[in-house]
Antibody, heavy 120, light 107 residues
């Protein structure tokens, strides 16, 4: 069974950093593109970034470019999102998602989400 | 960036009725890479359709997708009580990948 479990969310002050993680199991992690998607409370979905199995980036949303960095450790079956210079509008649930097959998408499997709250 | 505009924002219908949801792209979506997701409160999104018209595993055939280039439609032929939710379209052809703003289907 495919499982994606996010961790590392929490309350953080504006301007500080936080790293959220996604632990994957039930599939060959090193063969799939992985993504981060966020959703502010009561709002829609926003793609944040994606990473090929090789570690090559698919890019970032303009709203996070230069502040967020996605990485993966295939040996640990884990995906990471390093968030720096956090702002209140970064407050959201952060989901990791796995592509259906070998391409960029669509996103077949999702984690349960990690809530990141940016507030003083 | 491909901007996806969904309409209407809210669709008020009754069980048994037909729902037609629209997704319009600011430029052509290449390689038919357009998907639809359903999201219920407190849950992660669920993949419904991909490649415009392919149903994901386990999705009932009352859901269908159509369209091309810049205009796409998700149709629910007869609404069941469990279909009342928010629906998002997504293009995964071009980075940045983008989602539409969502359509809420309510009773």
């Amino acid at each position: 069974e495919v499982q994606l479990v996010e961790s590392g969310g929490g309350l953080v002050q504006p301007g500080r950093s936080l790293r959220v993680s996604c632990a994957a199991s039930g599939f060959s992690f090193d063969k799939y593109v992985m993504h981060w998607v966020r959703q502010a409370p009561g709002k829609g979905l926003e793609w944040v970034s994606g990473l090929r199995a090789t570690g090559d980036s698919l890019g970032y949303a303009d709203s996070v470019k230069g502040r967020f960095t996605v990485s993966r450790d295939n040996a640990k079956n884990s995906l990471y999102l390093q968030m720096d210079s956090l702002r209140p509008d970064d407050t959201a649930f952060y989901y990791c998602a796995r592509a259906l097959s070998g391409g960029w998408g669509p996103f077949l499997y999702w984690g349960q989400g990690a809530l990141v709250t940016v507030s003083s | 960036e491909i901007v996806l505009t969904q309409s209407p924002g809210t669709l008020s219908l009754s069980p048994g009725e037909r729902a037609t949801l629209s997704c319009r792209a600011s430029q052509s979506v290449s390689s038919t890479y357009l998907a639809w997701y359903q999201q219920k409160p407190g849950q992660a999104p669920r993949l419904l359709m991909y490649d415009i018209s392919t149903r994901a595993t386990g999705i009932p055939d009352r859901f269908s997708g159509s369209g091309s280039a810049t205009d796409f439609t998700l149709t629910i032929s007869r609404l069941e009580p469990e279909d009342f939710a928010v629906y998002y379209c997504q293009q995964y052809a071009t980075s940045p990948l983008t989602f539409g703003g969502g359509t809420k289907v309510e009773i």
